[in-house]
């Protein structure tokens, strides 16, 4: 007897919610079968979906006047599952001289995380650095951030929001700039540890039915959270960049606790096993004044990069926490970048953006902290933050 075949269930991303979620919380694929499973035809799914999608993303039509313009079916199915676009509300939103932003955002629970907007210097360009987290708990000494510890983990509806609002600043501030057509995950946290909600944001930005960016021009930096390596390539479409800073593993480990777990052998070996062919990941490396900028550390870190399809982002220190780790002399960077050129390894020099407004990642989070700790009265309220603000 032959057996009927049975429907196979669909391969969901993300388990089904007992409540809606906000709209770019949901992967988009798993929407799609979603609202099939609630009664809506896939042709009219697929239809509803990309009418979300460009009514928030192109024409910023409010979600009930969205919700409005759907069939009656596709509108009660969406109303099953899904609720409207995170809203963050904008905290601080400043311009430097060099036309970067830095918006600090503040989540519906009180929290403030920074989102920036950096234009390249012809301007054709535009970039903004994301945040992953609410403050991070891999501690880098240089880092501001770190020095919160973490506090949580942002939604993917709270990551995608802050394109939302960066493009709503770079319009009204810059338009004769480029729109916004590339990310980065440079911002606060470290994605890695908060994979899940990172790949179904990436997918929001990247997919037809989300931002419509492309996969390329997306980038997911990590501090080398080598056991995540193989995660990250199954489940995110991106690129991914690697926050090095030192050429061994000593230095590393004074500055980046997590190369005590996991060493920079462990970390070559997890990219050289897990980059997918013809991919090649971006090497991050802070100059720091008398710590790293040698030419002999140039040379082992050349070592390092040996046999790894590379490019390297050689970036002068922001000033940060620490001040024994300033930026080199301009001649030091200049010397230390023609030293891998020499060698054959495309190195550019970053400039930092924004100095004038607290660039690096967490400064402003972290002065508006010291701000509001300063300006609270006897009984310790903080009389312009939230209620569960944590500052
Ligand atoms: S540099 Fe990145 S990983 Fe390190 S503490 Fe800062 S945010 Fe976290």
């Keep these: 007897m032959l057996w009927p075949m049975l429907p196979t269930a669909p391969v969901l991303h993300q388990a089904t919610p007992a409540t809606p979620l906000s709209l770019d919380s949901w992967h988009p694929d798993d929407l799609l079968e979603?609202?099939?499973?609630?009664?809506?035809?896939?042709?009219?799914?697929?239809?509803?979906?990309?009418?979300?999608?460009?009514?928030?993303?192109?024409?910023?039509?409010?979600?009930?006047?969205?919700?409005?313009?759907?069939?009656?079916?596709?509108?009660?199915?969406?109303?099953?599952?899904?609720?409207?676009?995170?809203?963050?509300?904008?905290?601080?939103?400043?311009?430097?001289?060099?036309?970067?932003?830095?918006?600090?955002?503040?989540?519906?629970?009180?929290?403030?995380?920074?989102?920036?907007?950096?234009?390249?210097?012809?301007?054709?360009?535009?970039t903004v650095c994301l945040s992953s987290q609410v403050g991070c708990g891999r501690r880098c000494t240089f880092c501001e951030t770190g020095r919160s510890g973490l506090i949580r983990n942002?939604?993917?509806?709270?990551?995608?929001?802050?394109?939302?609002?960066?493009?709503r600043s770079w319009q009204r501030h810059s338009p004769e700039l480029a729109p916004i057509r590339n990310v980065v995950f440079m911002g606060m946290g470290e994605p890695l540890d908060n994979l899940a909600e990172v790949a179904t944001a990436v997918a929001v930005l990247t997919h037809d039915r989300g931002a419509g960016l492309s996969w390329r021009h997306v980038t997911v930096s990590t501090v080398g959270v080598a056991h995540k390596i193989s995660?990250?390539?199954?489940?995110?479409?991106?690129?991914?960049?690697?926050?090095?800073?030192?050429?061994?593993?000593?230095?590393?480990?004074?500055?980046?606790?997590?190369?005590?777990?996991?060493?920079?052998?462990?970390?070559?070996?997890?990219?050289l096993q897990h980059l997918p062919p013809g991919r090649e990941v971006l090497v991050e490396y802070i100059l720091f004044a008398d710590r790293n900028s040698a030419l002999a550390d140039?040379?082992?870190?050349?070592?390092?990069?040996?046999?790894?399809?590379?490019r390297v982002n050689l970036i002068p220190?922001?000033?940060?926490?620490?001040?024994?780790?300033?930026?080199?002399?301009?001649?030091?960077?200049?010397?230390?970048?023609?030293?891998?050129?020499?060698?054959?390894?495309?190195?550019?020099v970053r400039h930092p953006h924004g100095r004038d407004i607290g660039?690096?990642?967490?400064?402003?989070?972290?002065?508006?902290?010291?701000?509001?700790?300063?300006?609270?009265?006897?009984?310790?309220?903080?009389?312009?933050?939230?209620?569960?603000?944590?500052?």
């Design 34 to 126: 979603q609202l099939v499973l609630v009664g809506c035809r896939t042709q009219q799914a697929r239809q509803a979906l990309l009418q979300l999608a460009k009514g928030t993303w192109q024409t910023a039509t409010p979600w009930p006047v969205l919700l409005a313009t759907l069939g009656k079916t596709a509108r009660k199915s969406v109303e099953l599952l899904v609720i409207a676009p995170v809203e963050l509300q904008v905290t601080d939103d400043r311009g430097s001289a060099d036309a970067t932003r830095k918006l600090l955002l503040r989540t519906h629970d009180g929290h403030l995380i920074e989102t920036v907007v950096i234009p390249s210097t012809t301007g054709t360009r535009t």
């Design 154 to 167: 942002l939604t993917a509806g709270e990551i995608v929001a802050q394109l939302r609002q960066a493009q």
């Design 231 to 271: 995660a990250f390539f199954e489940q995110v479409q991106a690129h991914l960049a690697v926050s090095l800073h030192a050429p061994d593993d000593a230095r590393r480990s004074e500055w980046m606790p997590i190369n005590a777990r996991c060493d920079l052998a462990t970390l070559k070996s997890a990219l």
């Design 298 to 310: 140039a040379e082992l870190l050349c070592g390092w990069l040996a046999g790894l399809p590379v």
């Design 317 to 348: 220190a922001n000033p940060g926490p620490d001040p024994q780790l300033g930026a080199p002399p301009a001649e030091q960077v200049w010397q230390f970048q023609k030293y891998l050129l020499d060698r054959g390894i495309r190195a550019m």
């Design 359 to 391: 660039g690096a990642c967490g400064q402003l989070a972290g002065a508006h902290r010291r701000e509001a700790v300063n300006r609270q009265g006897p009984d310790g309220v903080d009389e312009d933050a939230g209620a569960n603000a944590p500052l």
